[in-house]
Antibody, heavy 128, light 112 residues
């Protein structure tokens, strides 16, 4: 069974930094692209960032303006999100999300940009 | 960025009756490979979202066959053939073709 468990959320002042982590298990982590999706309380979903299986390709949501960095450690089955210069509007639940992946001729999947497993989320509150 | 517009915002439904949700994208979601990069997700109350439909019309693993997705280009529909009480929640469409990936605003389905 796929399990994704986020950690690192909490309350932080505007302008400060926070690093989120996601521990993955139940699947071959190194074969799949991964993503972060966030949701402000009571609001809709926003794609934050995605990263390919080998970290060669990364992408970010349009509103982040270079403040966030996604990374992964395949040896540790771990996904991270470094968030700098946090703003009040970054307040949200942050979900670690597994890409469904398309089969390829190798064990590594091609990113499908469909999200078939989600963690429970971690709440980041940015407030003075 | 691609804008995803869902309607209605709220949908009261009667158990056993059909229901449908519309999603429109500001650009075509048809890839040259023939696939439509449009997904549907359901977020039940107090839970994380779950994948219902991927690539426009494919049900995700474990999703009941009362859920179906259709559409082409820029207009898409999620249909529930016979609504059950467990189907309440917020439904989101999402496009996966153009970066950055973007979601619709959501449709809240509740029992009448």
């Amino acid at each position: 069974e796929v399990q994704l468990v986020e950690s690192g959320g909490g309350m932080v002042q505007p302008g400060r930094s926070l690093r989120l982590s996601c521990a993955a298990s139940g699947f071959t982590f190194e074969n799949y692209a991964m993503h972060w999706v966030r949701q402000a309380p009571g609001k809709g979903l926003e794609w934050v960032a995605g990263i390919s299986w080998n970290s060669a390709s990364v992408g970010y949501g349009g509103s982040l303006k270079g403040r966030f960095t996604i990374s992964r450690d395949n040896a540790k089955n771990s996904l991270s999100l470094q968030m700098n210069n946090l703003r009040v509007e970054d307040t949200a639940f942050y979900y670690c999300v597994k890409d469904k992946g398309e089969e390829s001729s190798s064990p590594v999947t091609i990113p499908s940009f469909s999200f078939d497993s989600w963690g429970p989320g971690t709440l980041v509150t940015v407030s003075s | 960025d691609i804008v995803m517009t869902q309607s209605p915002l709220s949908l009261p439904v009667t158990p056993g009756e059909p229901a449908s949700i519309s999603c429109r994208s500001s650009q075509s979601l048809l890839h040259t490979n023939g696939y439509i990069y449009l997904d549907w997700y359901l977020q039940k109350p107090g839970q994380s979202p779950q994948l219902l439909i991927y690539l426009g019309s494919n049900r995700a693993s474990g999703v009941p066959d009362r859920f179906s997705g259709s559409g082409s280009g820029t207009d898409f529909t999620l249909r529930i053939s016979r609504v059950e009480a467990e189907d309440v929640g917020v439904y989101f469409c999402m496009q996966g073709l153009h970066a950055p990936l973007t979601f619709g605003g959501g449709t809240k389905v509740e029992i009448k």
